[in-house]
Nanobody, 122 residues
Framework: QVQLVESGGGLVQAGGSLRLSCAAS????????MGWYRQAPGKQRELVAS???????NYADSVKGRFTISRDNANNSVYLQMNSLKPEDTAVYYC????????????????WGQGTQVTVSS
């Protein structure tokens, strides 16, 4: 079983920055894609950014040019650098990983971690 632990959220003023971190642990053989979703109150969870094992990032239009996703394959970790934050970025942010466990031949999407709250004040 894989555990995801997100951290780095907080309260920041509009225009500020935060860096989110997520570490995956367990009997992991390898990880394919990793990424971040967010869920604002009363809204559906949405994909914010994803990154391939080779380091290619993809972003939602709403965060392009402001957010940068990166990963550390040696430590099974993914990061989200968030700059020029806006009040509409306020949400709980969740990471995910497509993991191949030891002894398995398939990649499976992990369940959600506990998330980390990001609040941007105007």
């Amino acid at each position: 079983q894989v555990q995801l632990v997100e951290s780095g959220g907080g309260l920041v003023q509009a225009g500020g920055s935060l860096r989110l971190s997520c570490a995956a642990s367990g009997s992991i053989f390898s990880i394919n894609d990793m990424g971040w979703y967010r869920q604002a109150p009363g809204k559906q969870r949405e994909l914010v950014a994803s990154i391939t094992s080779g380091g290619r990032g993809n972003y939602a239009d709403s965060v392009k040019g402001r957010f940068t996703i990166s990963r550390d394959n040696a430590n099974n970790s993914v990061y989200l650098q968030m700059n020029s934050l806006k009040p509409e970025d306020t949400a709980v942010y969740y990471c995910y990983a497509d993991v191949r466990m030891d002894g398995s031949t398939r990649y499976r999407r992990t369940g959600w971690g506990q998330g980390t709250q990001v609040t941007v004040s105007s």
